[in-house]
């Protein structure tokens, strides 16, 4: 799946998975909810030094390493914008994405 694309859940798994957590959704009620809460997300966006920028109605977030940009990605609110910047950082431009999380809202 594209990292531009990701949402919901499939994006909380996969910042997880950037993060080295086990993660079984569906199985676990705990799961965390870095692409909508700011306690979770916030500190990912500090430590990774993630810069948020209002382009064109939307957010855009660019990871900076060295100077140098290594991921940007574009969401409807910064933490969206900011979680797939830091997974296209770790991963490139796609991921796999276990199936059970590719719902509707994924693929519309």
Avoid at 57 to 62: D, I, K, Q, R, S
Wanted: with cysteine.
């Amino acid at each position: 799946m594209k990292v531009s694309e990701l949402q919901g859940a499939a994006l909380d798994w996969a910042v997880a998975t950037c993060e080295y957590l086990p993660v079984r959704y569906g199985f676990d009620d705990n799961c965390p909810e870095y692409s909508t809460n700011w306690a979770q997300g916030g500190p990912i966006i500090e430590r990774e030094g993630i810069e948020l920028n209002r382009y064109a109605g939307e957010w855009m977030a660019t990871l900076v390493t060295g100077g140098v940009s290594i991921s940007e990605e574009q969401g409807s609110t910064q933490l969206i914008a900011a979680m797939r910047s830091y997974v296209a950082s770790q991963f490139g431009d796609e991921i796999d994405v276990p199936d059970e999380l590719c719902t509707e809202e994924q693929t519309s």
